[in-house]
């Protein structure tokens, strides 16, 4: 399940739930907790299999206190059914309203009682005609195809403490003028350093260079994934972003709605995790920079063949073909 677009349709049904004339007011309690649940649960960095509950959650969701086994059933089979009509209802009203030719429908699933393990219920897309993603609104892409994989942003994950100040970053405004001018007065610092220590290379100009040139080794490496996303609008996260567990994550530069003066939109860089269940194997295909024949390009790589079983990987297609 991609996490960026089941936020993006949460967030397009919440407000039409109260245009939708509907008798049962648990129901409707129900369902926009847990949209709103859903929408809280991805911008805390959860992965898609997360976002899941079981019926007690579901009561928990709308009612307080604590409810034995036969009140939680009762609930479920009193508002669940309801739910999920007021949630088709929910559906056909965007349709409705829907000028453009992106249309999605939201349902209410489960997964079933498998081995003793409770079950869990979930929002998931019954269908979609065309991407609905907010990154690509002015530009909606079809599935491809012909393509022999399909990824998902599982996850917008949570980073590490002291790289939240870097996180989702809006380049407006002042940020935007930050991001251009940090490059350019480094530039020119290393410029005046360089002339000053080579026509007048005393001692104090030659440390002053070798100090800055240090400072540069140590913070460019880091921080230079969020510059080159600008360019690139896509690159693997600097490792020092991440926690521990996470393998690897991407930096994604998307557009956001607010134009520029130039008519180009502003953009905003997020984290995100894409993933994709291995053709082949079925195993996990995950995001790696490429290396040899695949240097520059960011490729789909299976954890259980990482040599064979390799993927183009395109974020704006969410697709790509075996390379190898
Ligand atoms: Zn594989």
């Given at each position: 399940m991609d996490v960026i677009k089941l936020r993006s349709a949460c967030e397009q049904l919440l407000p039409l739930l109260d245009d939708v004339v509907y008798s049962k007011p648990t129901s409707k309690f129900l369902l926009s907790a847990l949209l709103e649940k859903t929408i809280e649960l991805i911008n805390s960095g959860h992965t898609s299999d997360d976002l899941m509950f079981t019926a007690e959650d579901l009561v928990s969701l709308v009612k307080t206190g604590?409810?034995?086994?036969?009140?939680?059933?009762?609930?479920?089979?009193?508002?669940?059914?309801?739910?999920?009509?007021?949630?088709?209802?929910?559906?056909?009203?965007?349709?409705?309203?829907?000028?453009?030719?992106?249309?999605?429908?939201?349902?209410?699933?489960?997964?079933?009682?498998?081995?003793?393990?409770?079950?869990?219920?979930?929002?998931?897309?019954?269908?979609?005609?065309?991407?609905?993603?907010?990154?690509?609104?002015n530009?909606?892409?079809?599935?491809?195809?012909s393509a022999d994989i399909y990824y998902e942003a599982i996850q917008l994950p949570k980073p590490v403490w002291y790289a939240k100040p870097f996180m989702s970053i809006e380049l407006t405004h002042w940020r935007l003028?930050?991001?251009?001018?940090?490059?350019?007065?480094?530039?020119?610092?290393?410029?005046?350093?360089?002339?000053?220590?080579i026509f007048s290379p005393t001692s104090k100009e030659v440390i002053n260079l070798t100090l800055f040139a240090s400072f540069m080794i140590v913070i460019w490496k880091p921080l230079i994934p969020f510059f080159l996303v600008n360019d690139r609008r896509i690159?693997?996260?600097p490792k020092w972003m991440l926690n521990l567990k996470q393998v690897t994550a991407q930096l994604e530069s998307v557009k956001l709605d607010k134009l520029k003066s130039n008519g180009r939109p502003y953009r905003k860089i997020i984290l995100v995790i894409y993933e994709a269940d291995c053709p082949i194997c079925g195993n996990k295909v995950v995001i790696y920079q490429g290396k040899r024949e695949f240097k520059g390009r960011l490729i789909g790589e299976c954890n259980e063949s990482p040599r064979e079983h390799i993927f183009s990987f395109d974020h704006v297609k969410q697709s790509g073909n075996k390379l190898r």
């Open positions: 604590t409810y034995d086994v036969g009140q939680i059933k009762k609930f479920k089979a009193d508002h669940y059914k309801g739910t999920n009509d007021l949630l088709d209802k929910v559906n056909e009203l965007k349709k409705e309203r829907n000028s453009s030719s992106s249309y999605f429908k939201l349902k209410l699933s489960d997964t079933g009682e498998k081995g003793g393990s409770k079950k869990h219920h979930y929002l998931d897309f019954d269908e979609i005609k065309v991407d609905i993603s907010n990154k690509n609104d530009s909606t892409v079809k599935r491809d195809m003028k930050l991001y251009f001018i940090i490059p350019i007065s480094l530039l020119i610092i290393a410029y005046y350093l360089l002339f000053s220590s690159v693997i996260a």
